[in-house]
């Protein structure tokens, strides 16, 4: 458990926590900043609603007054998700609450905002250890290592989004079902009802939909339909129910177009249409798996062929009565219940008009346990010699590729120069062969331990020593900051033809909107304008009669920040020529 512990901090917290190895990168993407702005705005909502009625969310008596005012603190700015302002009501609040309750204990900050997902991928790290401890012992620490090491959670682990949100409940839940199942005591549905609630709360109903019809398929295959009727526990129904309705009942009366948006926007036509623009092709979640699985991807999939082997062969038991007469159950319904799992998020929203890497999250722990059971299965006799090899080869490629990232990030180039191809390349063989003379000189048992190097020395080697690199070409922070200090007294801010994810950064570290030229007009007060280097000629259209000077090039993500003076100030000017 220490040796756990110790790994999966540093994995999910190094370059993420000032205490482990610094801030070192600001929030990338559309879905972060933004993210981070609705919980923002929802705790400062939150904050004025108890400031006004000066009461504490625990009501000093039980008077109507008193309760009224607590009420009052405890719902206002919880309720309805609040971006710029207005209503956002794209995703459920879990995500924005616990942000809320982070923020509130440590400050508005970029770690602050991403720690949600880490003690959530903690949470369920430490929990996939006890339950293998639980049910199957001897593979349980290597479950847990390899889970935390894998590219897909360290990853979304890292990142202030809803997707570890619910991926760590859900299969949380989906364990504590099968130790139902597997020990038929009614206290482990809890896990079901409540990690099944808490995934609910964080994306909707997709998580009691993968978690039933995972449950439908699995009692079918086996032919146990008295699992669905038992499943349905009136406790944890109950439970359940009231831990999701009181939201979805709140913010539907407080917002009329909340199921409109939400369900039928956000659900049905992101699943069913391409309209939020994230069409992918149909083996799309193929390309995924293998990356997110990497270190591991080979012995993943070997250990996913081979339970999939032990399902069929007990399947073909289960249906030959002359072999099976008498018994209930056949052999061991573990591997099934695991290939189950793991298979159906990836089979069903490779049918998504809009596809996400996140979207197969929960597909990720289960391959990972598997491969940990197959690989305590294969001890007695070793892992095979060309296994070996690929997984060592596997460790070498993700060595080589993430070598060479910073200095496609500097140059934007495929091909770096011939010294960081040389230096990579004996980094990945270095690697690959420390893999493999630990593995034959110790065993099997330490293959987990082997392969933990390799993905511990990539990430130092990333944030530890290029993480300002990181920093400066996909967030929009240092760009921020820059903006800040040489502009101090300017607190407007409009972009024109930037990336989304760049408007949305800019929003969230000045905690404000941006104005967009070409939706909103020019302001008439004085700005700060963010645009593309080779778009500066559409200045002259936009701002003429207008003094602008530049302010600074920003140049590692292509952008120049002018000074844009106030209508009013210069209206008997000509517009300057373009600097």
């Keep these: 458990m220490l040796l756990l512990i110790?790994?999966?901090?540093?994995?999910?917290?190094?370059?993420?926590?000032?205490?482990?190895?610094?801030?070192?990168?600001?929030?990338?993407?559309?879905?972060?900043?933004?993210?981070?702005?609705?919980?923002r705005e929802m705790l400062e909502a939150h904050s004025q609603a108890c400031h006004e009625a000066g009461a504490k969310v625990v009501p000093r008596s039980?008077?109507?007054?008193?309760?009224?005012?607590?009420?009052?603190?405890?719902?206002?700015?919880?309720?309805?998700?609040?971006?710029?302002?207005?209503?956002?009501?794209?995703?459920?609040?879990?995500?924005?609450?616990?942000?809320?309750?982070?923020?509130?204990?440590?400050?508005?900050?970029?770690?602050?905002?991403?720690?949600?997902?880490?003690?959530?991928?903690?949470?369920?790290?430490?929990?996939?250890f006890l339950h293998m401890r639980r049910f199957r012992p001897g593979g349980h620490l290597d479950a847990a290592l390899i889970t935390t090491s894998a590219v897909a959670i360290v990853s979304f682990a890292r990142g202030a989004s809803t997707d570890m949100q619910l991926a760590a409940p859900f299969c949380i839940g989906m364990l504590g079902w099968y130790a139902w199942y597997e020990t038929g005591k009614k206290f482990w549905l809890f896990d079901l009802y409540f990690f099944g609630a808490a995934a609910t709360l964080a994306k909707g109903p997709v998580a009691p939909f993968l978690a039933l019809t995972i449950i439908l398929i699995f009692a079918?295959?086996?032919?146990?339909?008295?699992?669905?009727?038992?499943?349905?526990?009136?406790?944890?129904?109950?439970?359940?129910?009231?831990?999701?309705?009181?939201?979805?009942?709140?913010?539907?009366?407080?917002?009329?177009?909340?199921?409109?948006?939400?369900?039928?926007?956000?659900?049905?036509?992101?699943?069913?249409?391409?309209?939020?623009?994230?069409?992918?092709?149909?083996w799309y979640y193929l390309a995924v798996l293998v990356i997110g699985l990497m270190p591991w991807t080979v012995i993943a999939i070997r250990a996913l062929i081979d339970s999939i082997e032990v399902s069929i062969a007990e399947w073909k038991v289960r249906h030959n009565p002359t072999r099976y007469l008498g018994h209930t159950r056949a052999g061991d319904a573990f591997p099934e219940f695991l290939v189950l799992w793991a298979l159906f998020p990836i089979v069903f929203f490779s049918f998504s008009g809009s596809k996400l890497p996140g979207y197969i999250l929960p597909s990720i722990p289960p391959l990972t346990i598997l491969t940990a059971d197959y690989l305590n299965r294969i001890r007695p006799t070793g892992l095979?010699?060309?296994?070996?090899?690929?997984?060592?080869?596997?460790?070498?490629?993700?060595?080589?590729?993430?070598?060479?990232?910073?200095?496609?990030?500097?140059?934007?180039?495929?091909?770096?120069?011939?010294?960081?191809?040389?230096?990579?390349?004996?980094?990945?063989?270095?690697?690959?062969?420390?893999?493999?003379?630990?593995?034959?000189?110790?065993?099997?048992?330490?293959?987990?331990?082997?392969?933990?190097?390799?993905?511990?020395?990539?990430?130092?080697?990333?944030?530890?020593?290029?993480?300002?690199?990181?920093?400066?070409?996909?967030?929009?922070?240092?760009?921020?900051?820059?903006?800040?200090?040489?502009?101090?007294?300017?607190?407007?801010?409009?972009?024109?033809?930037?990336?989304?994810?760049?408007?949305?950064?800019?929003?969230?570290?000045?905690?404000?909107?941006?104005?967009?030229?070409?939706?909103?007009?020019?302001?008439?007060?004085?700005?700060?304008?963010?645009?593309?280097?080779?778009?500066?000629?559409?200045?002259?259209?936009?701002?003429?009669?207008r003094l602008y000077t530049p302010l600074f090039l920003y140049e590692s993500q292509g952008l120049e920040v002018y000074r844009v003076a106030a209508r009013t100030d210069i209206s008997d000017l000509q517009a300057p020529p373009r600097p």
């Design 220 to 282: 079918g295959l086996r032919r146990e339909w008295s699992l669905l009727h038992r499943t349905i526990w009136i406790p944890g129904l109950l439970l359940y129910l009231a831990m999701v309705l009181p939201w979805f009942i709140a913010v539907q009366h407080h917002n009329p177009t909340f199921f409109r948006v939400f369900f039928k926007e956000h659900n049905l036509e992101r699943f069913s249409t391409n309209r939020y623009q994230h069409h992918q092709p149909f």
């Design 384 to 545: 095979p010699r060309w296994l070996l090899w690929a997984h060592a080869a596997t460790c070498a490629v993700l060595v080589f590729v993430l070598t060479l990232a910073p200095q496609h990030m500097k140059y934007e180039t495929l091909v770096p120069s011939t010294g960081w191809l040389v230096a990579a390349a004996t980094a990945a063989l270095f690697f690959a062969g420390l893999v493999f003379w630990i593995v034959k000189r110790w065993g099997v048992a330490q293959l987990g331990i082997a392969t933990l190097l390799p993905a511990l020395s990539v990430l130092v080697f990333l944030l530890g020593f290029h993480g300002r690199d990181l920093d400066l070409n996909y967030s929009a922070r240092p760009l921020a900051q820059e903006m800040a200090e040489k502009a101090p007294d300017i607190k407007l801010v409009a972009v024109e033809q930037v990336r989304r994810d760049l408007d949305y950064g800019i929003a969230f570290y000045r905690n404000q909107p941006t104005i967009h030229y070409a939706a909103d007009g020019v302001p008439p007060e004085e700005h700060l304008l963010v645009i593309r280097s080779n778009d500066t000629a559409d200045l002259e259209h936009y701002l003429a009669g």
């Design 62 to 128: 039980l008077r109507a007054a008193d309760l009224a005012a607590s009420y009052h603190c405890l719902v206002g700015g919880t309720v309805t998700p609040i971006l710029y302002g207005q209503p956002w009501l794209e995703k459920p609040a879990l995500y924005y609450w616990r942000a809320m309750g982070f923020f509130k204990e440590f400050g508005v900050s970029d770690w602050s905002a991403r720690l949600p997902s880490s003690s959530g991928a903690f949470a369920l790290i430490v929990l996939i």
């Design 6 to 39: 110790l790994v999966s901090g540093f994995l999910l917290l190094y370059g993420l926590v000032p205490a482990f190895g610094g801030d070192q990168l600001g929030l990338v993407g559309a879905d972060e900043p933004r993210y981070a702005q609705v919980a």
